[in-house]
C-alpha cells in the first residue's frame, strides 16, 4: 500500500523552516540568479527576505507542510488590503546588505498590485530535475528545485 502524504498547517516554529525550503528551491532558479546574482549569498539573502514574508503570511495567510516537510505551500488572503510586513524596509536592509538584491526587492513590493481573486498562493517542494516525485507530490513543477506561484 502507498504511503499517504498528509498535510498540516504550519506552526511558529516552522517558519524558519518554510523560509529555507523555499529558498532551497528558488535558489537555482533564473529568478534567483536575477534577483541576486552572486551564488555566495544567494541562499542566505533568500532565507532571510523569505523569512519575512513567511512570517507576514502566518499573519495575513495560511502556510501548509508534507508531513515529510518536502513541500509547502504559503498563501495570503486577499479578502481585504494586506498592509506591508512589520519594518520591511529596515528587514529588508537587513536580509539584503550591501547587495543589489535590497533595490530589487523593493522595488518588487513598492510596485506590486493586488491580484484579483481571494487568496494568493505559492507552491515550493525541494524535488530536484533527476528526483522520483511521487503521485502524492504538491501540485507543482518537478523540474529544478520547482516553484510555481498562482
Same mark, same amino acid.
Given at each position: 500500500?502507498?504511503?499517504?502524504?498528509?498535510?498540516?498547517?504550519?506552526?511558529?516554529?516552522?517558519?524558519?523552516h518554510?523560509?529555507?525550503? %523555499?529558498? @532551497?528551491?528558488? +535558489?537555482?532558479?533564473? !529568478?534567483?540568479?536575477? !534577483?541576486?546574482?552572486? =551564488? /555566495?549569498?544567494?541562499?542566505?539573502? !533568500?532565507?532571510?527576505? !523569505?523569512?519575512?514574508? %513567511?512570517? +507576514?503570511?502566518?499573519?495575513? /495567510?495560511?502556510?501548509?507542510?508534507?508531513?515529510?516537510?518536502?513541500?509547502?505551500?504559503?498563501?495570503? +488572503?486577499?479578502?481585504?488590503?494586506?498592509? =506591508?510586513?512589520?519594518?520591511? *524596509?529596515?528587514?529588508?536592509? @537587513?536580509?539584503?546588505?550591501?547587495?543589489?538584491?535590497?533595490?530589487t526587492?523593493? %522595488?518588487?513590493?513598492? *510596485?506590486?498590485?493586488d =491580484?484579483? /481573486?481571494?487568496?494568493?498562493?505559492?507552491?515550493?517542494?525541494?524535488?530536484?530535475?533527476?528526483? *522520483?516525485?511521487?503521485?502524492?507530490? =504538491?501540485?507543482?513543477?518537478?523540474?529544478?528545485?520547482?516553484?510555481?506561484?498562482?
Amino acid at each position: 500500500m502507498d504511503a499517504v502524504t498528509r498535510i498540516r498547517a504550519a506552526r511558529w516554529a516552522d517558519k524558519d523552516h518554510v523560509a529555507a525550503l %523555499i529558498a @532551497d528551491a528558488l +535558489h537555482p532558479s533564473p !529568478l534567483a540568479t536575477w !534577483l541576486i546574482p552572486d =551564488p /555566495g549569498p544567494r541562499r542566505r539573502i !533568500l532565507t532571510d527576505v !523569505l523569512g519575512i514574508w %513567511i512570517e +507576514h503570511a502566518m499573519f495575513y /495567510g495560511d502556510i501548509h507542510l508534507t508531513d515529510d516537510d518536502a513541500a509547502a505551500t504559503v498563501g495570503f +488572503h486577499r479578502y481585504r488590503s494586506i498592509p =506591508p510586513p512589520a519594518n520591511y *524596509q529596515m528587514r529588508l536592509a @537587513d536580509a539584503a546588505a550591501r547587495t543589489p538584491a535590497a533595490s530589487t526587492f523593493s %522595488i518588487g513590493c513598492s *510596485q506590486r498590485s493586488d =491580484p484579483p /481573486g481571494p487568496t494568493t498562493s505559492w507552491r515550493f517542494s525541494r524535488y530536484g530535475p533527476t528526483a *522520483q516525485v511521487p503521485a502524492t507530490a =504538491p501540485p507543482c513543477s518537478p523540474t529544478t528545485a520547482a516553484a510555481s506561484t498562482t
